[in-house]
């Protein structure tokens, strides 16, 4: 479990995390999204303790970070940049991080293996791809086999393939009741992993919801009708704050109104419809549109509070 | 992967300071070019102290004055070479940490800070000494054999040349251990080492140039409290030996506290 409580950090004039207060669950993964920039990563080099914050406090596995003793147990982080001495082998980088913790140099065997880079062990991590040195991040933040895993934007430079092996593991690791939480500015990415969301955006919570709960966030209810009428559809739909959009000679996608408003409508004037389907906004929207009225929220105070949904939690 | 896998089982797993320089032996032993630096360092001690001492008399004649007077001097002539490289290389070991971002995993992995500190001192002082130590015997020894200079070669029992020898080794470790402050002080290589030339080599020529004003202050200096530790010919105003050491600890210490205190206050 991830703790932050009124977690605030200034660096100089920059406000990089602002009042921020979530609770991270173990058994589940949790996607924490924002654009570039938001405070992600700070957030987590503040709970690793790397940097001290300017106020608040952040706990992991209900002691704050520093007070563990054997901190590589409670959590396996891999930060988004590069932690590794490029001349040192891959296996001699991992034995070192194990040896201050007493973890066996078999456990280090055990975690290449379990990333794929027994083979290249022994090579200095120097010469590794992207998707490699993720690989050997990845590896050093299970040796601990630890309760609460952190990673920083994961998939960065990893092909199709690495991806599809995060995202099992990832899900596999918070199946063992372990705390997941995985960083990305990927709505996509992060939609097929992620159960739950600590949205961010200038370093302020926008929301920390379920993907359900982060599905009804939005404001946009989008229908397709197919009507052979379409232009008396349209001049039937028409009102203030209703969206209509042609998309060929008979399909209209029509934003502001729900399904049963538009069937409605069109049976009253005898229209006939020949499909009628709500469509979803992927998650992808909702991410762009709440990330919008964050930015938007520090320009014209008032907007976007609507969608912080933080009661109940942290 | 098992959740509790075998090879962590028992409550065995935490942080201990013991467990810390073990790590850090392991990063220090698993970088090549730290080794072959190390390797050269002590042969250019070795090699230095051994060919001076070879053509002591033929370098300056016959019954030439100082290598006559200074027959263990001459032997440990390259030790001001390897106070220079291990200076350097303390640093680095510490710069290196922040300029790859290896730092991030050491200091996640002891989130204390402090023992990670300790543990490179111990681990690299350790090594220094140990190192400058076997490289300026085979250079005294070696030397001494082959010594052709008047007044004939030193032994290892005569007066204060053991303690010249052990202080040989000791202040470059010294050094080593004063680089490796100034680069968690400063955490650049440049900043680092520019500092450590500043306080081994200019600051000595600024206060020669200041002598009227501050005296004696000048023989404070670490490199001078150095030369006083392992004096095998005593200068006028010079420091005594154990006042070189006190000294000599007392920077150690004053800069190890600094980078102490930053290390453990400011970002990583």
Redesign the interface.
Known sequence: MIEVNDLTKRYGDHLAVDSLSFVVQPGAVTGFLGPNGAGKSTTM?LI?????PTRGSTRVNGLP??E??????EIG?L?E?????????AR??L??????????T??VD?VLE?VGLTDVASKSSGGFSLGMGQRLGIA?A?L??PRTVMLDEPVNGLDPEGILWIRNLLK??AD??RTVFVSSHLMTEMALMAERFVVIGKGRLIADVSAAELAALTKQNTVRVRCPQASQLRYLLQADGVEILSIGSDVLEVTGLTAEQVGTLAWGDNLCLQELTPIKASLEDIFLELTHDAVEYHGTAGTGGDLATTGGRA | ?N???A??AGS?????QL??I???W??FS????TKYTLGFTALAVIAMGVLLAAFSTSLMGPGAENAAADPTGTSLAGVSIAQLILGILGALLIT??YS?????????????RLPVLWAKVIVFGTVSFVVMLVAVLISFVGGQALYDGAGGPASLSDPGVFRALVASAFFPAAIAIMGMALGALMRQTAAAIGVLFGVLFLAPVIFSLLGQWIGDLSFYLPSSAGQAMGATMTLPGMLSPLMGLVVTVGWMAALLGGAAYVLK?R??
């Open positions: 080099r690793l303790g790397l940097d001290r970070y520093q563990h003793k054997a901190p590589m147990r982080a930060l940049a590069k932690a590794v001495h490029p001349s040192r082998p001699d980088h034995r070192a991080l194990a040896a201050t913790t007493g973890i066996s078999k456990r055990e379990l050093s299970l601990g086999d596999k690791l063992e009741g | 992967m959740a509790t896998t090879s962590l065995n797993i935490k942080v201990t467990r810390v073990h790590s850090e392991i990063k698993t970088i090549k070019s290196n940490e790859t971002g290896m730092i991030r995993a050491s200091l996640t992995a002891v989130p204390s206050r970002d990583a």
